[in-house]
């Protein structure tokens, strides 16, 4: 059971839920749930994707795509069937918070599926869930068989004259899985590798549908927009970023958890109020604002709304809502090597410049962190770094550069302090103890 955190400036629209027993279809009934789903059958498609593009919903799984009009993409007509697939792959480092939606409300889940189906036109969801969310199957498959039992999903769902399935899958436990059209591969039983893209999945995804694949915390937004109203939803959060989102605080924070904030809200308040600030009276060094994949900000950075331009302003990303906070004992360059060994072990190794560019950058880090680096080293990890940004096959690839240049740019000093065969200047500290070069 994962343990639950609150603050006073939380506004709990999607985890109003959260502790209340809500994974009882009963307990979820009488906590309205699946009103929503029952007043988008009456709305029809076109009513509730206008609902969602007024709610300024943007995708929760990292890249913030309008989340209504990726749905107003899919063709009304198709020869093939229409899926909906709900991205629980949730691997990210730092990113923790579809797993307390899984586990608190799994039929919000099912109920944004469903009015995700309802509104291109799609029969069939799939729910899939990362390889190590194996115990949170448990209680998804039992939502899922209790919705049927009550006739939300089936034939008639709800009584009326559409049928809609939903299944639940879970992979093998690879990052790559995530990105989604290695995760309809994986889904169809193939290895988990990207495909090319165009075609985009709205007009050919799974099995060769036109598919919407949305993150699990975008999907459990949804049945929350039809019950408070999309302009509601939208006033919550800024301009173009409607809503709320969890944030998910780690790392060297007093009260870490997944809080549930208006989109926009303060960076440095969100650590240093929500999160109770850094404990033991320590400095903070640099915080990843939205898991391993976005570039750390300073400390003079920080001063931000938390949302998706406000962020992209500042240099960084929004992503998935991870916000890693680091203190001053952190040795950068042992965070740069843990950065770049999850990647190197996370590449499908499809694409040259991922697959070997993640291996190099590793072993160099290794060796510059154990004070074998030289000068050049330094040059030469961010001119790698940089060539391969926008030149892999998928995201994976930038998402292993950027972070990287930021390192070498905001902490040059810390990498010249490890060279001429020094020890790392941080291996005093506990933190620096955990290495596993
Ligand atoms: C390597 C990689 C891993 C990803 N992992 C996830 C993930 O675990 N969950 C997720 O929702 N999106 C993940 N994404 C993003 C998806 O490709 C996709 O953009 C997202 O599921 C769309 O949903 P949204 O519009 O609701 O955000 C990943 C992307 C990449 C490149
Ligand atoms: S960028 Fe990396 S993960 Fe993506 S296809 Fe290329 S090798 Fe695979």
Redesign the pocket.
């Known amino acids: 059971m994962a343990y639950l955190v609150s603050h006073p400036d939380e506004v709990k629209v999607l985890s109003y839920r959260f502790g209340q027993g809500a994974t009882s279809i009963d307990k979820y009934l009488e906590l309205d749930g699946y009103k929503s789903a029952r007043k988008a059958i009456e709305m029809g498609p076109e009513a509730i994707i206008a609902e969602m593009k007024t709610s300024n919903l ?8 309008p ?1 209504g009009l ?1 749905w107003s993409f899919v063709p009304k007509q198709s020869a093939k069937p229409k899926y909906v697939l709900v ?6 480092p730092g ?1 923790c918070k ?1 797993r307390l939606i899984f586990e608190h409300d799994p039929h919000s889940v099912i109920e944004g599926v469903i009015i995700a189906g309802l509104a291109i036109g799609s029969k069939m969801g799939f729910i899939y869930l ?1 390889g190590e969310y194996r115990y949170l199957l448990k209680i998804m498959e039992k939502a899922i068989e209790d919705a049927y039992a009550r006739g939300f999903l089936g034939k008639n769902i709800f009584g009326s004259n559409i049928d809609f399935d939903v299944v639940s899958h879970t992979g093998a436990g690879a ?9 309809m591969e994986s889904l169809e039983g193939k290895r988990g590798i ?1 495909r090319i893209r165009p075609p985009f999945p709205a007009v050919v995804g799974l099995y060769g549908g036109p598919t919407i ?7 459990a937004s949804v049945p929350h927009i039809l019950r408070i109203g999309g302009a509601e939803y939208a006033k919550l959060g800024t301009e173009r970023n409607g809503g709320t989102r969890l944030f998910a605080l780690s790392g060297h924070v007093a009260k870490p958890g997944v809080y549930e904030l208006p989109m926009g809200y303060n960076l440095k308040k969100m650590i240093y109020e929500v999160g109770g600030g850094i404990p033991d009276g320590r400095a903070l060094k640099a915080v990843v604002p939205g898991g391993s994949s976005c570039p750390c900000l300073l400390p003079k950075e920080i001063d931000i709304g938390m949302d998706f331009d406000q962020v992209a302003k500042a240099g960084s990303m929004l992503g ?1 809502g991870g916000v890693v906070i680091l203190n001053d004992t952190v040795c950068m360059v042992e965070f740069a090597l843990r950065t770049m060994k999850f990647y190197q072990h ?1 590449s499908c190794g499809w694409c040259i410049p991922c697959r070997e560019g993640t291996d190099w950058l590793k072993k160099t880090l290794t060796r510059f962190h154990n004070g074998g680096g030289e000068a050049k080293d330094i040059g030469n990890m961010r001119y790698l770094a940089q060539n391969m940004l926008g030149r892999t096959f ?3 690839g930038d ?1 292993a550069a950027m972070p990287t240049i930021a390192f070498l740019d905001k902490f040059r000093q810390e990498f010249e302090d490890h060279l001429n065969g020094k020890p790392c200047p941080f291996a005093h500290q506990p933190e620096a103890a955990m290495v596993g070069a």
């Open positions: 943007r995708g929760r799984g990292g890249a913030g795509f989340t990726k991205n629980g792959d949730e691997s990210e990113t579809d990362r990052y790559e899985v995530g990105e989604e059209s290695a995760l990207p694949i949305n993150n699990a915390e975008t999907l998935s996370e998928c995201p994976l998402a």
